[in-house]
């Protein structure tokens, strides 16, 4: 059932009183049926005819009786679908079951318990849905496509405007009451009956073409005022509710429209007829609405100006034009077109919106006309105005400016003078805020001041005259105004210089010549120059070196370096590195090797056939006459052979270099035979960790049995004995050279090699500096990392090989070590072309194709729930602590964020590291045990590396109780029992040997091992690489398993991951993956290690 109400509203008042006067006559109305579908109800019945056209008609009607209305009805009447609504027949059917419904055959069959809330809810909305299909199917099929939309702007005032509109179909239009409400309609596809010749399904496909935009601009506009709406919400709101809040909601007098949406309109209405109504207030014929074509382009605009009868002047508007504008935007509206117009009238907006009134004259007052006419230069570029002779005799002369350029000893000044005809005024001297001439173009003088303020300080002197002067010390502002300035004031007025100021732009071009040659063992340089003196050539190249624009001579003018072209001379000798005093001198002698540096950067035309020469020699030197020592040849492998002869030529020339040989390709044999060869010539210093200084000792017995070695070692007296004494060789470790190092520095030395030589990669050590003391004829490097994290470790080396061959390193850090760093890979092939030949690299993989594999496998462990929870707890408090850090608080704080990192390692390898309390698991622990014991059952010996020591004692206490015999090897291990453990384990059959990365990586022979377990990652995977190298070396006979046991999903891991990618570095120089630093960590990095993903600045 539904309410009369809603029947009475679904048709006309008239079929409504019939249609109830026929429910109640008794038998009018039989064969009833009612059938209910889904939330429908559907009643049906032959209702008797009135008008005696025929017997009876078959009526019958769907109802929605949850939301009282009608939904659809049908009659076989001659009057059904003449008008809107339901026919009396309709009305009578609906009435009669309102009144009894169980007199409808259908209606206690079909009628059901009741039903439970959820279900009901669904089943209304069932009904909604169905309810809307059937409307559809029988309204909308002839409105679709049909209906129109006919928007009117209405003008308030110049800077308000409303939107109104009035929606239409084939039978009629309507005024829509609330735009929000016929947007809001849209869309939720609701039916709305506007009257009775227009209801429709508010869907965009409703709609005829040209209107589906502007719906779908009046969408976007309320759905702006409601997202925007006041009320409390993010700051960046804030700006745009307060835009919407004053433009306003939608009522009945229309929707405001803001600046951007009046734009939009006009833009949608281009080219179509729009309906304006403009207040009285702005237009001359005000209140009445306008239909007006919209079009691009401007209006004439005339302005008539006329004297008036009581002295002053009139505005008087010759074209009927009303002005409105947005914050971009300037239009005009006229009797039949409204104009969007161009930016050159939109520069007069303000005087067309406030002053233009057609219908009202606007006065001006003798007093003004000077000012009025001051403004009126802009406004005639576009506006056309009729002026009478009093008022155009008051217009500005256009000014015109000539500038005085002058060089006097206290420095350079400028002076501005602005013509008009006949009189002249200085433009500079003008007080803030006075009152000037209005005849005077104020604007163009004030712009002129501007930019002579840009490169002259303007002062006012004690005497009150104003001068613009800068001073001639402050170079660079000087050179900035003879190259820059000149030519910006140059295009404003007309410039006088003096001949002083002109002398301030040097006209020389220098060039200069480069040449070397080789004479008596050195390379001889030459320089020469055009147009400059060579004791000037330091600074101009130093300007040219800092990227400067200008460069001055000693004479005070001054160069323009972006025009300058010196060819490769400049980076020719920068390369070179020479000083100030060695540039003027014209000529300078330097060591010959530096010759490798210039090759590639001298001409044909600069090199001596002498250069050519000794370039030519050693590229060509003949390796084979230099011959090992006839008991060592047999012993040696072919590389280890060529690794020889490059030592001896090396020698044979006068220079060092690094043997970079990977890790167990024999380096110290090769050393050795050299050492064995030469040894007549002088006596020879190794230099090397303390751990390996016996190990050498070892090797010199092994494979020159027949030198005098001595190890320099033991108390302070001692030592100073033992180098008074006469020996062959001399083996100390770093730090006792430290020590000693003036006792060393006094001692004649034929060669001093330096094993494990990134030792002193770090230039400021006292090691590194007690190593560049050393007196010696020849100078080598053995090192299997010659870079492990930076580049300023190469220069490190070579500083001590060949002092000078790399410069200082500041100038190194700024030539390579940063552009290399920034990928630049043409920096990186110099570097390599000039450290090339003194270094030699082999690979295992290359040289020893006889060596076993080595298989590396990375093993995870996963914690349990104990490990896990302690685990993320302190990673969770190290990142927030990196959060509220900048790079500034970081480095303060670097020692207790790396103490953390250092804590966050232990709880991977075994909480009990740092809780003595701990009693939950160790994953790692276990998994090592489980590798070990397949190892031991395979019948292989292990090494197990950690850097924790006392994770090594945790894994000695678990093999303790396995049963499992094991050597140790850690920093308190004396240097005679470490050889004596290593010996033994490579001989006997003890299974297990724990070493400690630091004490036992490097330097030890250990093939008896063919598993190595590394328990944890180092921050430099090189050092993990040197110490699986004590197994996987020569001598070993089996494949060699590497295990890399990490805690999953832990710094560990990402550990890894970023050695990765810090690893490319020293492959583009020396073909060795670079390692990770731990203190060069940045604040990005750390975060990456804890697992936090940082954003990439945008350039």
């Given at each position: 059932m539904i309410s009369e109400v809603a029947l009475s509203r679904s048709c006309r008042p008239a079929v409504f009183s019939r249609g109830r006067i026929i429910a109640r006559r008794p038998g009018r109305i039989w064969r009833r049926e009612v059938r209910f579908e889904g939330a429908l109800t559907k009643v049906s019945a032959r209702v008797d005819s009135t008008s005696g056209y025929a017997d009876h008609y078959l009526a019958s009607v769907t109802l929605d009786e949850t939301a009282d209305e009608l939904v659809d009805y049908d009659c076989s009447c001659p009057s059904h679908g003449r008008h809107p609504g339901p026919c009396k027949h309709c009305v009578a059917l609906v009435l009669d079951y309102n009144r009894n419904p169980t007199s409808f055959e259908g209606f206690e069959d079909h009628r059901h318990a009741g039903t439970s809330q959820a279900l009901g809810a669904y089943l209304e909305r069932v009904r909604t849905r169905s309810r809307r299909r059937l409307v559809a199917s029988r309204d909308q099929a002839d409105q679709d496509g049909a209906i129109g939309l006919e928007p009117m702007l209405v003008l308030t005032s110049a800077q308000r405007r409303l939107l109104r509109l009035r929606v239409s179909g084939r039978r009629g239009s309507y005024a829509i009451r609330d735009v929000a409400a016929f947007a809001q309609s849209v869309q939720a596809g609701a039916w709305v009956e506007y009257g009775k010749k227009l209801a429709f399904t508010h869907e965009l496909g409703a709609f005829d073409p040209s209107a589906r935009a502007l719906v779908t601009f009046l969408t976007r506009a309320v759905q702006n005022r409601q997202a925007y709406a006041p009320g409390p919400g993010a700051p960046g709101e804030l700006g745009r509710r307060a835009s919407w809040g004053a433009v306003g909601?939608?009522?009945?007098?229309?929707?405001?429209?803001?600046?951007?949406?009046?734009?939009?309109?006009?833009?949608?209405?281009?080219?179509?007829?729009?309906?304006?109504?403009?207040?009285?207030?702005?237009?001359?014929?005000?209140?009445?609405?306008?239909?007006?074509?919209?079009?691009?382009?401007?209006?004439?605009?005339?302005?008539?100006?006329?004297?008036?009868?009581?002295?002053?002047?009139?505005?008087?508007p010759a074209s009927r034009l009303t002005f409105f504008a947005t914050a971009t935007r300037l239009y005009a509206l006229g009797a039949t077109k409204l104009w969007c117009c161009s930016s050159l009238l939109s520069r007069a907006s303000d005087f067309l919106t406030s002053v233009w009134r057609p219908s009202q004259d606007q006065h001006l007052s003798r007093e003004d006309a000077p000012a009025f006419a001051a403004a009126l230069p802009p406004l005639r570029e576009c506006v056309k105005i009729r002026l009478p002779d009093a008022l155009r005799a008051l217009e500005p002369c256009p000014a015109s400016f000539q500038l005085y350029l002058d060089r006097r000893?206290?420095?350079?000044?400028?002076?501005?003078?602005?013509?008009?005809?006949?009189?002249?005024?200085?433009?500079?001297?003008?007080?803030?805020?006075?009152?000037?001439?209005?005849?005077?173009?104020?604007?163009?003088?004030?712009?002129?001041?501007?930019?002579?303020?840009?490169?002259?300080?303007?002062?006012?002197?004690?005497?009150?005259?104003?001068?613009?002067?800068?001073?001639?010390?402050s170079h660079d502002d000087v050179a900035r105004l003879v190259f820059e300035g000149v030519p910006e004031l140059a295009q404003k007025g007309e410039l006088l210089v003096t001949d002083a100021f002109s002398r301030l732009a040097s006209t020389a071009r220098p060039r200069v010549r480069v040449g070397a040659a080789v004479r008596s063992g050195l390379l001889e340089v030459t320089i020469s120059t055009d147009d400059l003196s060579l004791d000037e050539l330091p600074a101009l190249l130093a300007s040219c070196r800092q990227r400067r624009r200008y460069h001055r001579l000693r004479d005070g003018s001054f160069l323009d370096l972006s025009t300058l072209d010196l060819g490769g001379a400049g980076e020719l000798l920068d390369?070179?590195?020479?000083?100030?005093?060695?540039?003027?001198?014209?000529?300078v002698q330097i060591p010959a090797y530096k010759a490798f540096l210039l090759d590639g950067l001298l001409d044909d035309d600069q090199r001596d056939a002498s250069l050519e020469e000794y370039l030519a020699h050693v590229r060509s030197l003949d390796l084979a006459s230099f011959l090992p020592p006839a008991e060592l040849a047999p012993r040696l492998r072919g590389y280890q052979l060529e690794g020889f002869q490059w030592l001896s030529a090396l020698c044979e020339m006068g220079m060092g270099g690094i043997l970079a040989d990977e890790m167990g390709l024999g380096k110290s044999v090769q050393l050795i035979g050299l050492i064995e060869a030469r040894h007549a010539e002088g006596p020879s210093l190794v230099v090397c960790p303390a751990s390996l200084v016996y190990n050498w000792q070892a090797e010199f017995e092994k494979f020159a049995p027949g030198l005098d070695v001595v190890v320099v070692a033991g108390g302070a007296s001692q030592r100073a004995s033992l180098r008074q004494e006469s020996h062959e060789v001399y083996v100390t470790s770093y730090d006792l050279l430290r020590r000693d190092v003036k006792g060393w520095s006094q001692k004649p030395l034929w060669l001093v090699a330096l094993d494990e030589a990134q030792y002193i990669k770090n230039h400021e050590t006292l090691v590194a500096r007690a190593t560049k003391a050393l007196a010696?004829?020849?100078?080598?490097?053995?090192?299997?990392?010659?870079?492990?994290?930076?580049?300023?470790?190469?220069?490190?080396?070579?500083?001590?090989?060949?002092?000078?061959?790399?410069?200082?390193?500041?100038?190194?850090?700024?030539?390579?070590?940063?552009p290399i760093a920034d990928g630049d890979a043409d920096v990186a092939e110099r570097l390599r072309r000039a450290v090339g030949p003194f270094i030699l690299r082999r690979r295992k993989a290359d040289v020893l194709k006889d060596l076993p594999d080595k298989l590396e496998q990375v093993v995870h462990a996963h914690m349990d729930r104990a490990q896990s929870r302690l685990y993320h707890a302190h990673e969770q408090a190290l990142r927030l602590s990196l959060a509220n850090r900048d790079e500034g608080g970081l480095a303060a704080d670097k020692i207790q964020v790396l103490a953390e990192l250092t804590r966050l390692r232990q709880i991977c390898c075994d909480p009990r590291l740092l809780l003595d309390d701990y009693r939950g698991g160790s994953c790692k622990l276990d998994t090592i045990m489980e590798l070990v014991t397949a190892a031991i059952d395979a019948q292989q010996k292990v090494l197990v590396f950690s850097q924790f020591t006392s994770y090594l004692t945790l894994l000695e206490g678990r093999l303790v109780e396995q049963g499992v015999a094991f050597f140790r090897i850690d920093g308190s291990t004396p240097k005679r029992r470490r050889v004596e453990l290593v010996d033994a384990f490579n001989a006997d059959e003890t299974p297990v040997f724990l070493v400690s990365l630091k004490a036992g990586g490097t330097g030890l022979n250990l093939v008896g091992a063919s598993v190595v377990i590394h328990a944890d990652p180092w921050w430099n995977a090189a050092a993990q690489n040197q110490a699986t190298d004590r197994a996987h070396r020569i001598g070993q006979t089996r494949a060699v398993s590497v295990y890399k046991v990490i805690a999953a999903d832990t710094i560990e891991e990402r550990i890894m991951a970023l050695q990765e990618s810090k690893s490319k570095l020293a492959d583009q120089v020396v073909g060795e993956g670079a390692g990770l630093s731990l203190a060069g960590l940045r604040r990005e990095d750390l975060l990456e290690l804890l697992g936090e993903q940082t954003a990439a600045p945008c350039g």
């Amino acid at each position: 059932m539904i309410s009369e109400v809603a029947l009475s509203r679904s048709c006309r008042p008239a079929v409504f009183s019939r249609g109830r006067i026929i429910a109640r006559r008794p038998g009018r109305i039989w064969r009833r049926e009612v059938r209910f579908e889904g939330a429908l109800t559907k009643v049906s019945a032959r209702v008797d005819s009135t008008s005696g056209y025929a017997d009876h008609y078959l009526a019958s009607v769907t109802l929605d009786e949850t939301a009282d209305e009608l939904v659809d009805y049908d009659c076989s009447c001659p009057s059904h679908g003449r008008h809107p609504g339901p026919c009396k027949h309709c009305v009578a059917l609906v009435l009669d079951y309102n009144r009894n419904p169980t007199s409808f055959e259908g209606f206690e069959d079909h009628r059901h318990a009741g039903t439970s809330q959820a279900l009901g809810a669904y089943l209304e909305r069932v009904r909604t849905r169905s309810r809307r299909r059937l409307v559809a199917s029988r309204d909308q099929a002839d409105q679709d496509g049909a209906i129109g939309l006919e928007p009117m702007l209405v003008l308030t005032s110049a800077q308000r405007r409303l939107l109104r509109l009035r929606v239409s179909g084939r039978r009629g239009s309507y005024a829509i009451r609330d735009v929000a409400a016929f947007a809001q309609s849209v869309q939720a596809g609701a039916w709305v009956e506007y009257g009775k010749k227009l209801a429709f399904t508010h869907e965009l496909g409703a709609f005829d073409p040209s209107a589906r935009a502007l719906v779908t601009f009046l969408t976007r506009a309320v759905q702006n005022r409601q997202a925007y709406a006041p009320g409390p919400g993010a700051p960046g709101e804030l700006g745009r509710r307060a835009s919407w809040g004053a433009v306003g909601p939608s009522s009945a007098r229309g929707l405001p429209l803001s600046d951007p949406e009046t734009d939009e309109l006009m833009g949608l209405m281009a080219g179509r007829r729009l309906a304006v109504e403009a207040s009285p207030a702005i237009a001359p014929v005000g209140g009445c609405a306008q239909a007006v074509e919209v079009v691009q382009g401007d209006p004439e605009a005339v302005l008539d100006v006329v004297e008036a009868g009581e002295g002053g002047f009139v505005l008087r508007p010759a074209s009927r034009l009303t002005f409105f504008a947005t914050a971009t935007r300037l239009y005009a509206l006229g009797a039949t077109k409204l104009w969007c117009c161009s930016s050159l009238l939109s520069r007069a907006s303000d005087f067309l919106t406030s002053v233009w009134r057609p219908s009202q004259d606007q006065h001006l007052s003798r007093e003004d006309a000077p000012a009025f006419a001051a403004a009126l230069p802009p406004l005639r570029e576009c506006v056309k105005i009729r002026l009478p002779d009093a008022l155009r005799a008051l217009e500005p002369c256009p000014a015109s400016f000539q500038l005085y350029l002058d060089r006097r000893r206290s420095g350079v000044t400028c002076s501005v003078v602005a013509s008009y005809g006949d009189r002249r005024f200085d433009v500079l001297d003008h007080a803030v805020g006075e009152r000037m001439d209005v005849t005077r173009d104020a604007l163009a003088e004030a712009a002129m001041r501007q930019l002579v303020g840009r490169y002259f300080p303007v002062t006012r002197t004690l005497k009150g005259k104003v001068q613009a002067m800068l001073s001639t010390s402050s170079h660079d502002d000087v050179a900035r105004l003879v190259f820059e300035g000149v030519p910006e004031l140059a295009q404003k007025g007309e410039l006088l210089v003096t001949d002083a100021f002109s002398r301030l732009a040097s006209t020389a071009r220098p060039r200069v010549r480069v040449g070397a040659a080789v004479r008596s063992g050195l390379l001889e340089v030459t320089i020469s120059t055009d147009d400059l003196s060579l004791d000037e050539l330091p600074a101009l190249l130093a300007s040219c070196r800092q990227r400067r624009r200008y460069h001055r001579l000693r004479d005070g003018s001054f160069l323009d370096l972006s025009t300058l072209d010196l060819g490769g001379a400049g980076e020719l000798l920068d390369e070179l590195g020479l000083g100030a005093r060695e540039l003027a001198s014209g000529q300078v002698q330097i060591p010959a090797y530096k010759a490798f540096l210039l090759d590639g950067l001298l001409d044909d035309d600069q090199r001596d056939a002498s250069l050519e020469e000794y370039l030519a020699h050693v590229r060509s030197l003949d390796l084979a006459s230099f011959l090992p020592p006839a008991e060592l040849a047999p012993r040696l492998r072919g590389y280890q052979l060529e690794g020889f002869q490059w030592l001896s030529a090396l020698c044979e020339m006068g220079m060092g270099g690094i043997l970079a040989d990977e890790m167990g390709l024999g380096k110290s044999v090769q050393l050795i035979g050299l050492i064995e060869a030469r040894h007549a010539e002088g006596p020879s210093l190794v230099v090397c960790p303390a751990s390996l200084v016996y190990n050498w000792q070892a090797e010199f017995e092994k494979f020159a049995p027949g030198l005098d070695v001595v190890v320099v070692a033991g108390g302070a007296s001692q030592r100073a004995s033992l180098r008074q004494e006469s020996h062959e060789v001399y083996v100390t470790s770093y730090d006792l050279l430290r020590r000693d190092v003036k006792g060393w520095s006094q001692k004649p030395l034929w060669l001093v090699a330096l094993d494990e030589a990134q030792y002193i990669k770090n230039h400021e050590t006292l090691v590194a500096r007690a190593t560049k003391a050393l007196a010696a004829r020849h100078r080598f490097a053995l090192t299997g990392t010659p870079v492990e994290n930076r580049l300023a470790e190469l220069w490190s080396i070579f500083d001590f090989l060949m002092p000078g061959l790399l410069g200082a390193y500041e100038r190194f850090r700024d030539r390579y070590e940063q552009p290399i760093a920034d990928g630049d890979a043409d920096v990186a092939e110099r570097l390599r072309r000039a450290v090339g030949p003194f270094i030699l690299r082999r690979r295992k993989a290359d040289v020893l194709k006889d060596l076993p594999d080595k298989l590396e496998q990375v093993v995870h462990a996963h914690m349990d729930r104990a490990q896990s929870r302690l685990y993320h707890a302190h990673e969770q408090a190290l990142r927030l602590s990196l959060a509220n850090r900048d790079e500034g608080g970081l480095a303060a704080d670097k020692i207790q964020v790396l103490a953390e990192l250092t804590r966050l390692r232990q709880i991977c390898c075994d909480p009990r590291l740092l809780l003595d309390d701990y009693r939950g698991g160790s994953c790692k622990l276990d998994t090592i045990m489980e590798l070990v014991t397949a190892a031991i059952d395979a019948q292989q010996k292990v090494l197990v590396f950690s850097q924790f020591t006392s994770y090594l004692t945790l894994l000695e206490g678990r093999l303790v109780e396995q049963g499992v015999a094991f050597f140790r090897i850690d920093g308190s291990t004396p240097k005679r029992r470490r050889v004596e453990l290593v010996d033994a384990f490579n001989a006997d059959e003890t299974p297990v040997f724990l070493v400690s990365l630091k004490a036992g990586g490097t330097g030890l022979n250990l093939v008896g091992a063919s598993v190595v377990i590394h328990a944890d990652p180092w921050w430099n995977a090189a050092a993990q690489n040197q110490a699986t190298d004590r197994a996987h070396r020569i001598g070993q006979t089996r494949a060699v398993s590497v295990y890399k046991v990490i805690a999953a999903d832990t710094i560990e891991e990402r550990i890894m991951a970023l050695q990765e990618s810090k690893s490319k570095l020293a492959d583009q120089v020396v073909g060795e993956g670079a390692g990770l630093s731990l203190a060069g960590l940045r604040r990005e990095d750390l975060l990456e290690l804890l697992g936090e993903q940082t954003a990439a600045p945008c350039g």
